[in-house]
C-alpha cells in the first residue's frame, strides 16, 4: 500500500466500530431512490464504491415523513416495506465490506410540494410554495419521526444516520433568526432556537442506542444574512455533542445563498479554514468537506489540522476507485470530478437522474461496463478532444486494437480551450486522466496526424470524433482585422484590445467574457484570495452568517456580450451553475444587451440594431462564439468504402460544445461494438 497518504488510511475508532479510513462519501441525490427498480441500482452504485474502499458512504437525503420531502415523490423512510428495500443497500455494501449511513433531511420550507412546513410561515427565495407553520404538536412530532426514521435505518442494517442540520433545511431554518420567528419556547433565544436540532439527536440517541454512529451535518458557515455567529456555531457543536452525536460534519452556505460554495471556480478545500475554526472545540471528530477531491489535498488537511475527516461527494460520481487508486500509488490515473455540476446536480435539478460529465457509468453501474469482447476489432478513432478519447480508451478496455489520430500535436481538442477559462482549471485533470488512460489501456496514439480514406479504409470501424469548426454567421464586414473568432482568442492567443464585443451568449460567449475581463496567462488554481473578495466571503466569520461586503480587481476589458434571442442571457447554461457565471459578468460591468441585429464591422467597430435604434459599438474586436458546425467531411467516402463508421459528439451534433453529451455518447457507442 502506498504510504504517500498515511493521514488519510489512519482508522478512526470510533469505540463500537472502526472507520478504516478518513473518508467519507458525503450525501448525493442520485434519482435512483425514486426510480422503479432503483433500490437494486442503487446497491450496486454504492456497492462499486464500497469495493473502491472508501470508509464511510452516506446515502442521498431521505425524508422522515411525508411533509419533510423535498418533491412530492421524493424518498421517505416512515414504515417496515420502505425499510426492507434500503436492506438492498446495506447488504450490498456490507458484503464489499463497508460502512453506510443514511441521512435523514427534513426539507422544511425547500420542499417543493404545497404540503411543506417550517418554523414560521415564510416563503424561501426558491421555492414557489410558501410553507405552513409548525405547530408545537408538530414539532415533537417531526423530533419523534426523525427518531422513528433512525430506528428503521439501523433496522435495515445502516451503520449509522446523519441528521442533515445544514444547507437550510429545516434544521437550519429553525437555528437562524432569519427564518424562525416564532415566540413560543422554539423561537427567539438561542438557545430555544437550537432545542429542535438537539431534541432531535438526543431522541435518535435514545432510539438507537450506543453502538451507532451519529453524525450531525452543522451549518458554520450559512452565507446568508442574519445567519449564525461563529459564538453561535461553537455552542450548537457543543450542545449537539453533547445530545449525543459521534461526529460532526460541516455545512457551507444555504441553498438560498448566492454565493458559490462547490462549483468549479471555488478554489479546492477553499471552505475548511471553518472547519478547522471549530477544532478543539468538541471533542468528537469533525468532518471537512466542499470541493476536496485529491487524495493529496485531502491527506494535506488532515496533516495540517483542519479536520479529523474529509468528506467527499462528486468525487466518488467521477471516481468510484478514488481512494483505491490512491492507496495502490495509482493516483495519476484517477478521474478528478471537476465540480461541472453539469451531470450531478444540473441532472437532480432538472428531474432526471444524475451521473457524471467525466465518468458516465455513475448511477448505471448495472447497464453500462466495459467488458471484455469475444471478437477483437482494429479501431480507428479520429480526434482526441472529450468523444475521441473516451471512445478510444472505451474500446481499448473492452479489449479492441485501438488507433487514435490527431492532427494537433496534443490530445484534449476543446478541452484545452476550456482549461484557460478562469474558474475552468479543473479541465487540466480531465487532460491528465486520459493521456494515462492513452497509456494504461494500451491506445496507439498517432499525434501531428492527418489521418484519410486511405489511412482508415482497411479498419474494422472507425469512430469520427473531429469536432466543429465556427459557424459563418457572414456577417459583413467580418474579414475586417478587428473580428476574431473564440479559437483564435483561446487557441491562437490573438491580441485583443480594451473594448471588445462579443457576439453570442451561450456557454462560449460566456467563457470567452470572463477570460477576457482577467489578466492573461493561465493558473492551474483559482485564485483564493480573489474568489473570497469576490464573493464577500468571511472565513473568519466576523459577520453572522459570514458574508462581506465584496471587493473585485477592475476588469482587464470592457465588455458587451451580445446576443439575437430575446430573454435573459445564459438561461441555457447550468441550473446550478449558469446564476454564478451570469452574476459573476455582471460583478464586472459586462454589457448584456439581447435582441440585436448585427449589421457590419468596419474601422468605426461593430454596427448593429437594438430596439429600432442604429449603433455603433466602438470596440477594439469583434469575438464571434456563435455556434459551431460539425466536422466531419470523412463521413461519406469512408462509407462510400464499405467501412463501418460512427460520429461521435461535436462531429454528430454540433449544437453547442457539449463535452458532456460527447463523453456519454461514444462511451454507450464503445461497450456496444
Ligand atoms: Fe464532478 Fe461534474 Fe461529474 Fe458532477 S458531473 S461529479 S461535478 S465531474
Known amino acids: 500500500m502506498s504510504n504517500r497518504y498515511p493521514h488519510l488510511f489512519t482508522p478512526l475508532d470510533l469505540g463500537f466500530t472502526t472507520l478504516k479510513n478518513r473518508v467519507i462519501m458525503g450525501s448525493m441525490h442520485t434519482g435512483l431512490e425514486e426510480t422503479k427498480g432503483g433500490f437494486e ?3 450496486a452504485y454504492f456497492a462499486e464504491r464500497a469495493r473502491g474502499q472508501v470508509g464511510l458512504i452516506v446515502t ?20 417496515a416495506k420502505e425499510m426492507r428495500q434500503h436492506q438492498m443497500i446495506t447488504q450490498a455494501v456490507h458484503q464489499e465490506d463497508g460502512k453506510i449511513c443514511l441521512q435523514i433531511l427534513h ?20 421555492t414557489p410554495f410558501t410553507p405552513w407553520k409548525m405547530t408545537k404538536r408538530g414539532i415533537r412530532r417531526t423530533i419523534q419521526a426523525y427518531a422513528r426514521c433512525a430506528a428503521l435505518a439501523k433496522e435495515a442494517g445502516y451503520d449509522g444516520v446523519e441528521i442533515m442540520g445544514s444547507e437550510g433545511y429545516l434544521i437550519n431554518q429553525f437555528i437562524v433568526k ?22 432531535i439527536v438526543r431522541s435518535v440517541r435514545e432510539k438507537v442506542g450506543e453502538d451507532f454512529i451519529v453524525m450531525y451535518r452543522l451549518s458554520m458557515l450559512d452565507l446568508i444574512k442574519d445567519g449564525s455567529s461563529w459564538e453561535e456555531v461553537i455552542q450548537l457543536a457543543k450542545a449537539i455533542e453533547a445530545a449525543g452525536a459521534n461526529i460532526i460534519g460541516t455545512g457551507i452556505g444555504w441553498h438560498e445563498s448566492r454565493v458559490p460554495t462547490i462549483a468549479t471556480m471555488v478554489p479546492r478545500s477553499v471552505f475548511s479554514d471553518v472547519t478547522k475554526k471549530l477544532m478543539g472545540e468538541v471533542n468528537i471528530p469533525l468532518i471537512t468537506s466542499n470541493r476536496i477531491n485529491t487524495p493529496e489535498r485531502a491527506n494535506q488537511l488532515l496533516a495540517e489540522g483542519y479536520a479529523d475527516l474529509v468528506s467527499m461527494a462528486r468525487p466518488f460520481l467521477a471516481d468510484p476507485e478514488i481512494i483505491l487508486k490512491s492507496m495502490e500509488g495509482r493516483e495519476d490515473e484517477i478521474n478528478v470530478c471537476i465540480a461541472c455540476n453539469q451531470a450531478c446536480l444540473d441532472h437532480g435539478f432538472e428531474g432526471k437522474l444524475a451521473s ?15 467488458v471484455s469482447t469475444p471478437q477483437k476489432k482494429k479501431i480507428a478513432v479520429v480526434g482526441a478532444g472529450p468523444a475521441g478519447l473516451s471512445a478510444s480508451t472505451g474500446a481499448a478496455k473492452c479489449g479492441h486494437e485501438v488507433h487514435l489520430f490527431e492532427r494537433a500535436s496534443e490530445i484534449g481538442g476543446q478541452f484545452n480551450m476550456a482549461k484557460q477559462i478562469p474558474g475552468k ?48 454567421i457572414q456577417l459583413p464586414g467580418q474579414d475586417h482585422p478587428k ?10 492567443k490573438k491580441p485583443v484590445g480594451n473594448k471588445v464585443a462579443v457576439i453570442g451568449a451561450g456557454g462560449v460567449g460566456f467563457d470567452v467574457s470572463e477570460y477576457l475581463l482577467h489578466p492573461e496567462g493561465q493558473q492551474e488554481e483559482p485564485d483564493r484570495e480573489a474568489f473570497l473578495q469576490q464573493w464577500g466571503i468571511d472565513l473568519e466569520v466576523k459577520t453572522a452568517g459570514g458574508l462581506a461586503a465584496p471587493v473585485l480587481a477592475p476588469p482587464q476589458r470592457e465588455i458587451y456580450l451580445l446576443k439575437r434571442s430575446k430573454g435573459k442571457h445564459g438561461a441555457n447554461l447550468g441550473k446550478t451553475t449558469g446564476w454564478i457565471h451570469r452574476r459573476s459578468l455582471k460583478m464586472h460591468n459586462v454589457h448584456m444587451i439581447a435582441e440585436v441585429q448585427y449589421q457590419k464591422v468596419d474601422d468605426e467597430g461593430l454596427h448593429i440594431i437594438v430596439n429600432g435604434e442604429s449603433k455603433v459599438l466602438d470596440v477594439d474586436h469583434v469575438v464571434i462564439c456563435a455556434g459551431q458546425v460539425a466536422l466531419k467531411e470523412l463521413y461519406e467516402p469512408l462509407k462510400a468504402q464499405g467501412v463501418q463508421v460512427h460520429l461521435v459528439g461535436g462531429a454528430f451534433e454540433a ?19
Open 356 to 370: 457524471c460529465l467525466v465518468n458516465p457509468r455513475a448511477c448505471r453501474e448495472t447497464e453500462l461496463n466495459f
Open 107 to 126: 426539507a422544511g420550507r425547500y420542499g417543493y410540494h404545497p404540503f411543506s412546513v417550517a418554523p414560521s410561515r415564510i416563503k424561501s427565495p426558491i
Open 483 to 492: 473580428v476574431l473568432t473564440y479559437i483564435d482568442v483561446l487557441r491562437h
Open 60 to 79: 442521498g437525503g431521505v425524508a422522515p415523513n411525508i411533509p419533510g420531502r423535498l418533491q412530492p415523490i421524493a424518498g421517505k423512510l416512515t414504515n
Open 655 to 673: 449544437k453547442e460544445l457539449d463535452a458532456k453529451a460527447a463523453i456519454k455518447q461514444a462511451t454507450e457507442l464503445v461497450v456496444g461494438l
Open 425 to 472: 482549471e479543473e479541465f487540466y485533470e480531465t487532460i491528465r486522466y486520459f493521456k494515462k488512460q492513452l497509456e494504461v489501456t494500451g491506445v496507439q496514439v498517432h499525434l501531428n496526424t492527418k489521418a484519410d480514406v486511405e489511412v482508415l479504409k482497411d479498419f474494422d470501424a472507425v469512430i469520427l470524433a473531429t469536432g466543429v469548426t465556427p459557424r459563418d
Open 41 to 43: 441500482r442503487l446497491a
Open 178 to 199: 432569519h427564518t424562525n420567528k416564532r415566540t413560543d419556547e422554539w423561537g427567539g433565544s438561542y438557545e430555544n432556537r437550537i432545542k429542535f436540532p438537539t431534541e
